[in-house]
């Protein structure tokens, strides 16, 4: 495509990009919490209707995330956000418009960091590169309910891969930066951020811990010396991580777990799933849209002023760094984890192909100039198929549009399955449903309440129902939110299961 045909093909990734975000914000209004919302908002959700303090609240949440590092989990900034979800103000369709703005704003913001200050892209390239690679982070999640929808599940992966994102415009900013009062504004900033990614999942964090530090060999390697800042960030960083690891709730939790593989079989386990992964998370759409993104991420390539000398190590690296996000829970659980968990590897995978198609080809344009000039051998391959398929390409931005609409179009996408979910009637349902069972928690004054099980389901597989048992944790959660003794539900009317399937159930079912 030529200068012109770009700038109209970018200005409809712009339109289809905008246009397939309404609906995701729009189904926010359906939304309820459920599940680990309950058990983590629980205590801010009393003191904000005892108070309507804000800081009251704040100070509630870290009194929470405190409580669940000593008795279920060590990730302390994550339950600190956690018990701070949106629907204790009872603004829970809020949660949607933080993970998308984040996730968007934080892939554009890396991307500039990267093609117009490293690479010096021009502005139109950065543009058509950043929203396409935009569109296919959010319309090719894994589990796109538990990526926009589900505040808890959510916001601990979305979330803080965005902020990870972040973290890493910083970086590069505190690089590029000549000013000692930025390098100090960033690099404080940076600090913060790292204490509070390494609170987070493992996964990411462990991910992304293992890329930094990737990135600090690399600049040794070619600056001849070691980055300061970076040494700092990334030792801040481990302590911070370890004392997220090494908390005391995290051995009570894996009691819960029956068997896990050792460290070594976890290690060769983490990189066959992101084999595995990649393989099955590939598909057509997506192909479609790395064929269109190809040419501008060659052309970055080829004005670079990279040698592209070691093709096998970019590839080696990459892979072990893609393979790392898999580690934790390969060794937690010997799976590759929820659809929540899923969603990080399918961020992750998109830089790693895009990392690898800008390398290769620069790689072997590099070697192309070796053997004759450019200017005398890719010059004039371009020309040659410039004006053999001269009536073809014409139709270029019409194929590139097609591929656009159907990125958000087809059955998998994000905004289709979202789109579904509203003509279906299933979200205006489950919010009409959860309307009525919330308004008969607040007003029935009696200390051990009975409720309709709900219809219909949610598309995530962490959504469960209360049951009839009021031992369920959910039921518990549930009865603790609303300051309840007990929350019992009537038995479905179409149950599929005996009450003693269920009780067994039940009892694997241990916690979030």
């Known amino acids: 495509m030529n200068k012109k045909q770009l700038k109209i093909v970018t200005g409809v990734a712009i339109a289809v990009l905008i246009v397939s975000i309404i609906p995701m914000l729009w189904i926010s209004q359906y939304l309820h919490p459920f599940a680990d919302d309950y058990v983590f908002g629980a205590e801010v959700y009393k003191i904000w209707n005892e108070t309507h303090s804000f800081p009251a609240c704040v100070q509630t949440a870290w009194n929470v995330a405190m409580t669940m590092y000593h008795t279920w989990q060590g990730t302390y900034s994550a339950c600190f956000l956690m018990a701070l979800q949106p629907g204790v103000f009872g603004q829970y369709w809020l949660g949607t418009f933080i993970l998308i703005f984040s996730l968007v704003t934080s892939t554009y913001t890396l991307l500039y960091m990267v093609m117009r200050k490293l690479l010096h892209s021009s502005r139109l390239e950065?543009?058509?590169?950043?929203?396409?690679?935009?569109?296919?982070?959010?319309?090719?999640?894994?589990?796109?309910?538990?990526?926009?929808?589900?505040?808890?599940?959510?916001?601990?992966?979305t979330l803080f891969y965005s902020m990870s994102l972040f973290l890493a415009s910083l970086l590069i900013g505190y690089q590029l930066s000549s000013s000692k009062f930025k390098k100090a504004l960033i690099g404080g900033a940076s600090i913060v951020l790292s204490i509070i990614i390494a609170g987070g999942n493992f996964v990411s964090g462990l991910g992304m811990g293992a890329i930094l530090f990737a990135a600090i060999l690399i600049m040794k390697m070619e600056q001849r010396r070691w980055p300061r800042l970076y040494i700092t960030i990334l030792a801040i960083y481990g302590i911070a991580f370890l004392f997220s690891v090494l908390a005391p709730g995290n051995a009570f939790r894996q009691v819960t777990i029956e068997s896990k593989p050792n460290v070594v079989v976890a290690f060769f386990m983490a990189i066959g799933k992101s084999f595995e992964f990649l393989s099955e998370s590939i598909n057509i759409a997506q192909i479609l849209m790395l064929m269109l993104l190809s040419p501008t991420l060659v052309k970055a390539a080829s004005s670079s002023r990279f040698k592209f000398s070691h093709p096998w190590l970019c590839i080696l690296i990459t892979v072990t760094l893609y393979s790392s996000f898999f580690f934790a829970h390969s060794y937690a659980m010997g799976t590759r984890g929820p659809g929540r968990v899923q969603n990080i590897y399918s961020y992750i995978h998109l830089w790693l192909i895009c990392i690898n198609i800008y390398y290769l080809s620069g790689a072997v344009l590099r070697k192309a100039e070796a053997k004759a000039p450019l200017s005398s051998a890719i010059t004039d391959f371009v020309t040659a198929s410039k004006k053999k398929y001269a009536n073809s390409l014409q139709y270029a931005p019409y194929c590139a549009i097609a591929i656009l609409i159907l990125s958000?179009?087809?059955?998998?996408?994000?905004?289709?399955?979202?789109?579904?979910?509203?003509?279906?009637?299933?979200?205006?349902?489950?919010?009409?449903?959860?309307?009525?069972?919330?308004?008969?928690?607040?007003?029935?004054?009696?200390?051990?309440?009975?409720?309709?099980?709900?219809?219909?389901?949610?598309?995530?597989?962490?959504?469960?129902?209360?049951?009839i048992y009021p031992g369920y944790w959910i039921n518990q959660g549930m009865a603790h939110y609303y300051g309840k003794e007990k929350v019992i539900a009537l038995p479905a009317t179409n149950i599929q299961e005996s009450p003693a399937k269920l009780l067994a159930r039940c009892k694997k079912d241990v916690g979030p």
């Open 126 to 157: 950065y543009l058509f590169v950043s929203t396409l690679f935009v569109l296919m982070t959010i319309q090719f999640t894994w589990s796109y309910y538990d990526a926009f929808y589900w505040y808890n599940g959510a916001m601990y992966y």
């Open 408 to 467: 958000v179009s087809l059955k998998e996408r994000t905004t289709n399955r979202t789109v579904s979910l509203m003509l279906k009637g299933t979200a205006v349902k489950f919010d009409k449903e959860m309307n009525e069972r919330e308004l008969a928690l607040k007003t029935n004054t009696q200390s051990a309440i009975t409720l309709k099980p709900l219809t219909v389901k949610m598309p995530s597989d962490a959504f469960n129902d209360i049951m």
